[in-house]
Each structure stands twice: as C-alpha cells, then as structure tokens.
T-cell receptor
Framework: GAVVSQHPSRVICKSGTSVKIECRSL??????MFWYRQFPKQSLMLMAT?????????EQGVEKDKFLINHASLTLSTLTVTSAHPEDSSFYIC???????????FGPGTRLTVT | KQEVTQIPAALSVPEGENLVLNCSFT??????LQWFRQDPGKGLTSLLL?????REQTSGRLNASLDKSSGRSTLYIAASQPGDSATYLC????????????FGGGTRVLVKP
C-alpha cells in the first residue's frame, strides 16, 4: 500500500513554455502533498506544501507565481512550472501524507529539462 | 531551525563489509526520523521509520538506531553487497516544523565487488 505516482517521468520543454507535473496517491487519501526539487548530487529541497482544498504554502525563496500548485482532490496534486527557463531544469519529487500515518510516501520523481 | 547533517558524504567499501552511516540533527524535538535510499535518477525508497519514542528499528540486514537526546541516528547495513550501492538520506519530522521533513545531504555509498 501507500503508493504515489508521478507523471510524466521525464519531460523536455522549450524555454518560455509551461509544463505540468501530476502527483497521485493511488491507494490512500492524501490530505497533504509536498513538492521538492533536487539538483544533481544534492539533497531534496522542499518547495511547497499543499493541503487539499486550500492554497499551497511556499518555502522562502520559491516563487509562487512561477510554480503553481493545485491540490484539488485527496488523490491528486499538480505542479505547473510556468515560463520555464533552463535553470528550472531539475528533478522534481512529490510526496504524500495522510492524516494519522506520520509518514510521507514519495513518488518516483520527474526529470524536467528546459532547452 | 532544524539542520540535518550526514557524515560521511561518500563511502566506498569492499563487498561483505558492514556499513555505518551517521545522521545528526540540531533540534531534538522530533516526531520521527526516516532513512531513505535513492538510486541515481530515481525517487526515494523508504527503508526505516523510527518514531521519537523508539530507540531502533530493524529490517533484514538494516538496523537504525535513534538517540533523540543527543540528536543522532545511525544506519547499519550488515554484510554489504554491490546492490547496496546508492545514496542514503535521513530526514526528520520536527515538532516545530509542523509536517515538513528536513533532509540531510545524503551519503553516497559504493560497495565494490
């Protein structure tokens, strides 16, 4: 149980375009989802926390108008990178937690390359 | 603000040797600590979760200890195999941080056959 999926696994987009990444909890209801980014050979950095039905909370230094997060249901959260630039190229990982579980379950990640 | 440190940053051992990975954290008021494994280009695989009231957790060849008062956790991997080569991350869920995990920088492990 506690499986989290991400789609797509890899995406290449041109500079200036937008790209959407989906994060789904497949077998449990995720009241909270988290979005991380990871640069090569570095650890995960939390970008934002999203709670179902409310606005996301962004970490300091993360542009909320550039990284749009929607958590419209208990099983789906989306991250949209708007007006992507090459420096947005990174590995984006989501995780999901359910009330009372005290554990986060991680998706397989999405590799974004902006050309 | 919670800070998590993992030492060493990289480790290379011959097959069969035991692995000892260290994780330290500055704020001891934690809910739990997790150890993860990450293969290159892949997501995270949860290995062990230790609640703040526990002192250790075991799963197969893996054993993780937690000393909350001193802010330390150690992951032991017995009889290492080449398949254990990966990056190992520890993360803590801190009371003051709500439900946000704070990650260490990871330890890159290479087990040589």
């Amino acid at each position: 149980g506690a499986v989290v999926s991400q789609h797509p696994s890899r995406v290449i987009c041109k500079s200036g375009t937008s790209v959407k990444i989906e994060c789904r909890s497949l077998d449990f209801q995720a009241t909270t989802m988290f979005w991380y980014r990871q640069f090569p050979k570095q650890s995960l950095m939390l970008m934002a926390t999203s709670n179902e039905g409310s606005k996301a909370t962004y970490e300091q230094g993360v542009e909320k108008d550039k990284f749009l997060i929607n958590h419209a249901s208990l099983t789906l959260s989306t991250l949209t990178v708007t007006s992507a630039h090459p420096e947005d190229s990174s590995f984006y990982i989501c995780s999901a937690g359910a009330r009372g579980l005290g554990e986060q379950y991680f998706g397989p990640g999405t590799r974004l390359t902006v050309t | 603000k919670q800070e998590v440190t993992q030492i060493p940053a990289a480790l290379s051992v011959p097959e069969g040797e035991n692995l000892v990975l260290n994780c330290s954290f500055t704020d001891s008021a934690i809910y739990n600590l997790q150890w993860f494994r990450q293969d290159p280009g892949k997501g995270l695989t949860s290995l062990l979760l230790i609640q703040s009231s526990q002192r250790e957790q075991t799963s197969g060849r893996l054993n993780a200890s937690l000393d909350k008062s001193s802010g330390r956790s150690t992951l032991y991997i017995a009889a290492s195999q080449p398949g254990d080569s990966a990056t190992y991350l520890c993360a803590v869920l801190t009371e003051a941080a709500g439900n946000k995990l704070t990650f260490g920088g990871g330890t890159r492990v290479l087990v040589k056959p």
